[in-house]
Nanobody, 123 residues
Framework: QVQLVESGGGLVQAGDSLRLSCAAS????????MGWFRQAPGKEREIVGTISRAGGLTDYASALKGRFTISRDNAKNTVYLQMYNLKPEDTAVYYC????????????????WGQGTQVTVSS
């Protein structure tokens, strides 16, 4: 079992950068692949990207590749989402999630979820 807590969201202007953090409990963090998801008002949850257990492999939604990067520090039980050149359409609640084993593109396959952190981007 792992508990996840996101932080780092806030209100920013278009073009700004933010780094979100997701802190995990437990001593088996390296056993979990991680994903970042987001949900905008009135829209379904969508994938942001994933990172493998050791952090060597990442995958991103094509529309976000080049602006968003995911990294992890297994010694600190933390995964990060670095966001550059934020746009109003990036406004959403951002969630991190964990699953045993390999990465997955499907949110339904993730076992553990954080509470989310709000990112609001003004024009």
């Amino acid at each position: 079992q792992v508990q996840l807590v996101e932080s780092g969201g806030g209100l920013v202007q278009a073009g700004d950068s933010l780094r979100l953090s997701c802190a995990a409990s437990g001593r088996t963090f390296s056993s979990y692949a991680m994903g970042w998801f987001r949900q905008a008002p009135g829209k379904e949850r969508e994938i942001v990207g994933t990172i493998s257990r050791a952090g060597g492999l990442t995958d991103y939604a094509s529309a976000l590749k080049g602006r968003f990067t995911i990294s992890r520090d297994n010694a600190k039980n933390t995964v990060y989402l670095q966001m550059y050149n934020l746009k109003p359409e990036d406004t959403a609640v951002y969630y991190c999630a964990a699953r045993s084993g390999a990465q997955s593109w499907l949110g339904k396959e993730y076992e553990y979820w954080g509470q989310g952190t709000q990112v609001t981007v003004s024009s």
